[in-house]
């Protein structure tokens, strides 16, 4: 299904109307997701991110989105999840030659729209506290910073 345009925001250069399908990761984009994930800072050495792509396949397949172009299968991804109380965003990515062109943010928006859609109210997101720049495309898409902070603990080792 195709996205339909969205204005400009601060930040934005030309926003991409034609062409841009957001639709849920098939098993083909997998190697391009992983490429885009390395290429954008994502990963981590102790999480296995085709192991996350496995089990993101087993809960809410539909929640795991892939931005693309023709041409160009995988241009952007988010990966999110409804627990009944919160919903979360993992690994939005685009592509660096076309970030500020509305992608991350038109797949934040369809993220929003299918969390809305099965009741959720709100949305969490966690980024690194050193990553000025993605802090400042949340602040733009309206997202505070909450007075909490966030704690982990690995029940199942990756590596």
């Not at 994502?42 to 991110?49: A, K, M, T």
């Not at 979360?88 to 990515?93: D, I």
Request: aromatic share 6%; net charge neutral; proline share 8%.
């Amino acid at each position: 299904m195709g996205v339909p345009a969205s204005p400009p925001l601060a930040g934005d250069s030309e926003p991409l109307d034609a062409g841009l399908c957001i639709r849920p990761f098939e098993r083909a984009d997998e190697a391009e997701v992983l490429a885009l994930w390395q290429a954008s800072g994502l990963l981590r050495p102790w999480n296995d991110p085709r192991k996350d792509i496995e089990r993101k396949l087993t809960e809410q397949p539909e929640l795991f989105l892939v931005a693309s172009l023709p041409g160009r299968p995988v241009v952007g991804t988010a990966m999110a999840g409804y627990d009944g109380h919160r919903g979360w965003v993992y690994y939005l990515a685009v592509a660096a030659d076309l970030r500020g062109r509305a992608i991350g943010r038109r797949l934040m928006h369809e993220v929003e729209q299918r969390l809305l859609a099965v009741g959720c109210p709100k949305v969490n997101l966690m980024v690194r506290s050193d990553n000025a720049q993605v802090l400042a495309f949340y602040d733009r898409l309206g997202y505070g910073r909450d007075a909490s902070v966030s704690l982990g603990k690995r029940l199942i080792p990756d590596l």
